[in-house]
């Protein structure tokens, strides 16, 4: 079975600054790999995706990540954090073989400061 | 286009009372998921289906229980609620991996058991 673990649990930036998430993933093959992003009081929101191919992918509002199969890691970056940044990010791996079911890490929660 | 809809949005329940979780997607999806959401615990999934009629445990399946009857509708029910199942619940949908992988998330429902 896959999982997920963001060591991070909350994390503070200031606006303008760079922005780094880390998430590790385990699992015997290659995963797809996931960014979600939760606003307060809100459902969540795809930021980007990892299927295949080139290793680093763009997302949506500024962000990218970074697949390293030798690391087991997704690492999520934004150069320059906007204070509308402020949220919860889920880090998730699915399987190929598995119903198409995701596993979500614990969550980063990252309050941006003026 | 609504996309994913939870019905209802909050409940306060007291222990032993009964419920159900409607959950409506118009984007004809196959894949259906209900997750639970609890602080430091990310998302856990509780049942999914893989197509109408078709239902599955997840991670944390006990003391739920799930219908899909109609493609577009996945139910959640709680037959004897406890205090543990307090939680913010989330629906999501998927069209899988050969199309995007992506899920779609509902706005969530808040649910106290007293």
């Known amino acids: 079975a896959q999982s997920v673990t963001q060591p991070d649990i909350h994390i503070t930036v200031s606006e303008g600054a760079s922005l780094e998430l880390r998430c590790n993933y385990s699992y015997g093959a290659t995963p797809y790999l996931f960014w979600y992003v939760q606003s307060p009081g809100q459902g969540l929101q795809l930021l980007l995706k990892?299927?295949?191919?080139?290793?680093l992918v763009q997302g949506i509002k500024g962000f990218e990540a970074e697949f390293k199969r030798s690391q087991s890691s997704f690492n999520l970056r934004k150069p320059s954090v906007h204070w509308s940044d402020a949220a919860e990010y889920f880090c998730?791996?699915?399987?190929?073989?598995?119903?198409?079911?995701?596993?979500f890490g614990a969550g980063t929660t990252v309050t941006v400061r003026a | 286009n609504a996309g994913v809809t939870q019905t209802p949005k909050f409940r306060v329940l007291k222990t032993g009372q009964s419920m159900t979780l409607l959950c409506a997607q118009d984007m004809n999806h196959e894949y259906m998921y209900w997750y639970r959401q609890d602080p430091g615990m990310g998302l856990r999934l509780i049942h999914y289906s893989v197509g109408e009629g078709t239902t599955a445990k997840g991670e944390v399946p006990d003391g739920y229980n799930v219908s899909r009857l109609k493609k577009q509708n996945f139910l959640l029910g709680l037959e004897s609620a406890a205090p543990s199942q307090t939680s913010v619940y989330f629906c999501a949908s998927s069209y899988g991996w050969t199309v995007s992988g992506e899920l779609f998330f509902g706005e969530g429902s808040r649910l106290t058991v007293l």
């Open positions: 990892y299927f295949s191919g080139d290793t």
């Open positions: 998730a791996v699915g399987a190929r073989s598995n119903d198409y079911k995701l596993s």
